[in-house]
Nanobody, 115 residues
Framework: QVRLVESGGGLVQPGGSLRLSCAASGSISNTYVMGWYRQAPGEQRELVATITSGGGTNYADSVKGRFTISTDNAKNTVYLQLNSLKPEDTAVYYC?????????WGQGTQVTVSS
């Protein structure tokens, strides 16, 4: 069983930055996809960014040029660097792993962008 633990959320002013981390317990080998999703109050969960085990990345149009997804395979950790944050980025951010045909989700971390 794989467990995902997110950290790094918080309150930041518009224009500020945060870095989210998601650590996967156990060893994730072979092909996988890891990603970040977010859900604002009253909204559906939406994709923010994904990264494959081969290093390919994909971003939502709303975050391109501002957010960067990366991994540290030695630590089984995926990161999301959030720059130039806007109030509309406020949401709970969730980490997701797709591995061996199964979906795993983290518990979520709150990001609030407000002055």
């Amino acid at each position: 069983q794989v467990r995902l633990v997110e950290s790094g959320g918080g309150l930041v002013q518009p224009g500020g930055s945060l870095r989210l981390s998601c650590a996967a317990s156990g060893s994730i080998s072979n092909t996988y996809v890891m990603g970040w999703y977010r859900q604002a109050p009253g909204e559906q969960r939406e994709l923010v960014a994904t990264i494959t085990s081969g290093g390919g990345t994909n971003y939502a149009d709303s975050v391109k040029g501002r957010f960067t997804i990366s991994t540290d395979n030695a630590k089984n950790t995926v990161y999301l660097q959030l720059n130039s944050l806007k109030p509309e980025d406020t949401a709970v951010y969730y980490c997701r792993l797709i591995w061996r045909g199964l979906n795993y989700w983290g518990q979520g971390t709150q990001v609030t962008v407000s002055s």
